[in-house]
Nanobody
Framework: QVQLVESGGGLVQPGGSLRLSCQASRNTSSIYMMGWQRRAAAAPEKRELV?????????RYLDAVKGRFTISRDDSKNTLDLQMDGLFVRDTGVYYCMAIIDGRSYWGQGTQVTVSS
């Protein structure tokens, strides 16, 4: 099991930047897959993987965020970050830190990101 706590959401203008952080309650070096999912405001019924990073360094991004978002993890601090640049209104939504352990997914409570002028 793991508890995940997100921080860093907020209100930003289009084109702006935000950095999300996730603090895990356990050593993340043993967690192969961690990532960020979101429920976009335009499609709240769907939770989509925005970015993922494995413990051996493989990264994956949603096509819509490639070149704008950067995921990083620091297993020495048990943290997972998401740097979001060039934000669009369509990036608005609730962002969740997630981890997969023994085939089971865990999520934090989520942090709201609102992109609006």
């Amino acid at each position: 099991q793991v508890q995940l706590v997100e921080s860093g959401g907020g209100l930003v203008q289009p084109g702006g930047s935000l950095r999300l952080s996730c603090q895990a309650s356990r050593n993340t070096s043993s967690i192969y897959m961690m990532g960020w999912q979101r429920r976009a405001a335009a499609a709240p019924e769907k939770r989509e993987l925005v970015a993922g990073k494995t413990s051996d360094g493989f990264t994956r991004y949603l096509d819509a965020v490639k070149g704008r978002f950067t995921i990083s993890r620091d297993d020495s601090k048990n943290t997972l970050d998401l740097q979001m640049d060039g934000l669009f209104v369509r990036d608005t939504g609730v962002y969740y830190c997630m981890a997969i352990i023994d085939g089971r997914s865990y999520w934090g409570q989520g942090t709201q990101v609102t992109v609006s002028s």
